[in-house]
């Protein structure tokens, strides 16, 4: 049994107590993080009843990195993974371990969205964050609530595995990069925290969102990256827009010039973004910089011709009519962006950002 804590003094000892009474001999490993409120002191005072062991680490350094500490200190081949604040009902864990047992699966998650699971009330934003969270991650498993912090895993479904212990969600981390077969969710309520507060952040959102896109690099490397890489076009072309207009409308400026400027800021944050995130590059920041500027520009004149081919030449030659009706050219124009972005994201993986696509490579 794994328990992660920080500032969790007020609820360890009915945790333990809990734990203790449904799972009798079970070993109970509490993972702090040198909670200031004391937490590792009455664990410890607790270890002289129960058996248990507690790791105080240096410092706060994230819920993720505690459960894979847990891993490595506890001794069984069945791992259960819970929060110390007593949402996750311990009365539970004897269901949990049974399915893994009985080979039903060898992860098994505490579900709050099966037939069965339930959320004492949570407040609607709450709610909304947590459907939207389930959403993003809906591409990489088919479990109902991969965000839960309640689950069971025989050990083997991590040996031999790098884990990045990147924000809170652990347990998608293992569903994505686990070696398993069959996984199982059992129905739990998950009840309001007992003390003290919650430990979740807006930052933890945001990491959450890289998590998650990182996790569809490791299923598909490219299609992830190239999705990052036209989100972060598509922010580049409003960002573009905008400020055409408000330089045109605004500050008078000759079309012309103000195309060129909005050109050149929304490229540069479009740069920044890529460099940041897309590809995680460490790279010299003027080559770069210049790299990219000069394949945005091949790709613009790209964008040219593409759109003179495609409305001149081949609409005709698929039928569509030859006029010039701002429909066609804007459907043609559709299809000239589509494939510029791909030349772009080609171009700049293969030689902008070229030594930052190595697959499986370990960034932070
Ligand atoms: N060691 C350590 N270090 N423990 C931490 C840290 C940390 O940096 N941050 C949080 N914890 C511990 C808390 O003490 C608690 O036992 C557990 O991790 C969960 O933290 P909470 O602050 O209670 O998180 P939550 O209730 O907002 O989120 C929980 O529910 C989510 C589902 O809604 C967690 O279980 C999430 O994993 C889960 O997705
Ligand atoms: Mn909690």
Same mark, same amino acid.
């Given at each position: 049994m794994i328990v992660p804590t920080y500032n969790e003094k007020d609820n360890i000892d009915e945790l333990v107590q809990r734990v203790s009474k449904a799972n009798p001999g079970a070993e109970i490993v509490i993972v702090d993080d040198n909670s200031p409120d004391g937490t590792s002191d009455r664990a410890r005072e607790l270890a002289k009843s129960y058996r248990m062991k507690v790791v105080t680490r240096s410092g706060k350094l994230g819920l993720s990195s505690a459960v894979m500490e847990g891993f490595a200190t506890a001794t069984g081949d069945i791992l259960v993974v819970m929060d110390a604040d007593l949402s996750h009902p311990p009365e539970k864990i004897p269901e949990l371990v049974g399915r893994i047992e009985s080979g039903e699966a060898e992860i098994v998650f505490g579900s709050?969205?099966?037939?069965g699971g339930s959320i004492e009330n949570w407040p609607f934003y709450r709610k909304v964050v947590s459907k939207g969270a389930a959403l993003l991650a809906g591409g990489l498993t088919?479990?109902?609530?991969?965000?839960? !912090?309640f689950f069971a895993l025989n050990r083997s479904v991590i040996e031999g595995v790098t884990l990045d212990p990147v924000g809170y969600k652990i347990g998608l981390e293992i569903l994505v990069k686990g070696k398993y077969t069959k996984v199982a969710e059992v129905p739990i309520r998950? %009840?309001?925290?007992? %003390?003290g507060k919650s430990k979740? !952040? !807006?930052s933890e959102m945001l990491r959450y969102i890289d998590h998650v896109s990182m996790l569809y690099e490791h299923r598909r490397f490219w299609l992830a990256k190239y999705l990052k890489f036209a989100f972060i076009g598509g922010i580049g072309a409003i960002i573009n827009l905008t400020l055409l207009w408000t330089l045109i409308e605004g500050f008078s400026v000759y079309y012309l010039w103000a195309a060129v400027a909005a050109f050149v800021v929304a490229d540069t944050n479009n740069f920044i973004w890529n460099r940041l995130w897309t590809f995680r590059s460490k790279g010299s920041l003027p080559v770069q910089y210049s790299q990219f500027l000069v394949v945005s520009i091949d790709g613009l004149m790209l964008n040219l011709i593409l759109l003179k081919l495609l409305v001149e030449e081949i609409m005709p030659w698929i039928g569509l009519p030859e006029d010039k009706a701002s429909f066609y050219i804007v459907l043609s124009q559709v299809v000239a962006i589509f494939l510029v972005s791909l030349f772009n994201f080609l171009a700049n993986s293969a030689w902008t950002f070229r030594h930052d696509v190595r697959r499986g490579r370990k960034t932070d």
């Amino acid at each position: 049994m794994i328990v992660p804590t920080y500032n969790e003094k007020d609820n360890i000892d009915e945790l333990v107590q809990r734990v203790s009474k449904a799972n009798p001999g079970a070993e109970i490993v509490i993972v702090d993080d040198n909670s200031p409120d004391g937490t590792s002191d009455r664990a410890r005072e607790l270890a002289k009843s129960y058996r248990m062991k507690v790791v105080t680490r240096s410092g706060k350094l994230g819920l993720s990195s505690a459960v894979m500490e847990g891993f490595a200190t506890a001794t069984g081949d069945i791992l259960v993974v819970m929060d110390a604040d007593l949402s996750h009902p311990p009365e539970k864990i004897p269901e949990l371990v049974g399915r893994i047992e009985s080979g039903e699966a060898e992860i098994v998650f505490g579900s709050r969205h099966v037939e069965g699971g339930s959320i004492e009330n949570w407040p609607f934003y709450r709610k909304v964050v947590s459907k939207g969270a389930a959403l993003l991650a809906g591409g990489l498993t088919k479990v109902k609530d991969p965000m839960s !912090g309640f689950f069971a895993l025989n050990r083997s479904v991590i040996e031999g595995v790098t884990l990045d212990p990147v924000g809170y969600k652990i347990g998608l981390e293992i569903l994505v990069k686990g070696k398993y077969t069959k996984v199982a969710e059992v129905p739990i309520r998950f %009840a309001n925290r007992k %003390a003290g507060k919650s430990k979740l !952040g !807006g930052s933890e959102m945001l990491r959450y969102i890289d998590h998650v896109s990182m996790l569809y690099e490791h299923r598909r490397f490219w299609l992830a990256k190239y999705l990052k890489f036209a989100f972060i076009g598509g922010i580049g072309a409003i960002i573009n827009l905008t400020l055409l207009w408000t330089l045109i409308e605004g500050f008078s400026v000759y079309y012309l010039w103000a195309a060129v400027a909005a050109f050149v800021v929304a490229d540069t944050n479009n740069f920044i973004w890529n460099r940041l995130w897309t590809f995680r590059s460490k790279g010299s920041l003027p080559v770069q910089y210049s790299q990219f500027l000069v394949v945005s520009i091949d790709g613009l004149m790209l964008n040219l011709i593409l759109l003179k081919l495609l409305v001149e030449e081949i609409m005709p030659w698929i039928g569509l009519p030859e006029d010039k009706a701002s429909f066609y050219i804007v459907l043609s124009q559709v299809v000239a962006i589509f494939l510029v972005s791909l030349f772009n994201f080609l171009a700049n993986s293969a030689w902008t950002f070229r030594h930052d696509v190595r697959r499986g490579r370990k960034t932070d």
